[in-house]
């Protein structure tokens, strides 16, 4: 079997693994969780949660993999189930240092095996724009480049993940601002996350806003004093 076959059989037992264990987490918690506006459907949750044990970090942690590692699944959901079944605190911290460790491990199959490991698994013309881009081959400044689109909602933070073992940019440097620039939107939606578990689905929604606000706020007063147009130079290989 060529290495394209095996590539290809790979991505769809993944899909299908992926795809089972989503149907299994909603048979396994929908029961309960449609009645999460009462204490004891909240109750009944909890419960749910507590009896998966390991289990259920398993579950996610599988969720986490293939939201990051095949790129198919978004990030929110995942974070915001993580925010359901352990809280803003546990949550959050289960989702960035699950992040790191693919992430970290990402990177470092890139590094040995190159661009061909990256057009397994992206776009080969995609990452071939960002790559050849004289903003992301510059030293100076690739490291302030990755923490603006690891900050920015939408950026497609695991297509980075892919690219940046292709950069010029140290590893531990990475690592440390793939992890910790992820936190604004993990905080976002792990903490929307809990408040939907109590049935309280405003506050989980206001949560979520108010937080997305305040960094597209950060971000937007840096982007007006920056001479370069760093960001919008960043954004634009997107396209």
Do not use: H
């Not at 939107?185 to 405003?202: F, M, N, P, Q």
Request: hydrophobic letters at 55%; one cysteine or more; charged letters at 20%.
């Amino acid at each position: 079997m060529s290495r394209k076959n095996k590539v290809k059989l790979f991505k769809i037992i993944l899909a299908i693994f992926v795809f089972l264990l989503i149907i299994g987490m909603i048979g396994y918690l929908f029961p309960v969780m449609k009645n999460l506006s009462t204490r004891e459907g909240q109750n009944a949750f909890e419960n749910k949660v507590e009896n998966s044990g390991v289990y259920g970090l398993l579950l996610l942690f599988g969720l986490q993999v293939a939201q990051i590692f095949l790129i198919i699944v978004p990030g929110e959901p995942v974070e915001i189930l993580a925010g359901m079944c352990y809280g803003g605190l546990w949550g959050s911290l289960f989702i960035m240092l699950s992040a790191c460790v693919i992430s970290t491990t990402i990177f470092l199959l890139v590094r040995k095996f190159g661009r061909r490991f990256v057009y397994d698994f992206c776009d080969k013309e995609k990452v071939a724009k960002i790559e050849n881009s004289k903003l992301f081959q510059n030293p100076k400044k690739i490291e302030l480049i990755m923490l603006i689109l690891f900050l920015i909602p939408g950026t497609p933070k695991d297509l980075l993940v892919y690219v940046a073992g292709l950069l010029p940019i140290r590893p531990v440097r990475f690592i440390l601002i793939s992890t910790f620039a992820r936190v604004p939107s993990i905080i976002t939606s792990t903490l929307a996350g809990e408040k939907l578990a109590v049935g309280d689905w405003k506050m989980g929604i206001l949560l979520y806003v108010a937080i997305l606000l305040v960094v597209l706020l950060i971000l937007f007063i840096y982007n007006k004093f920056d001479k370069d147009k760093v960001t919008e130079k960043a954004m634009n290989s997107f396209k």
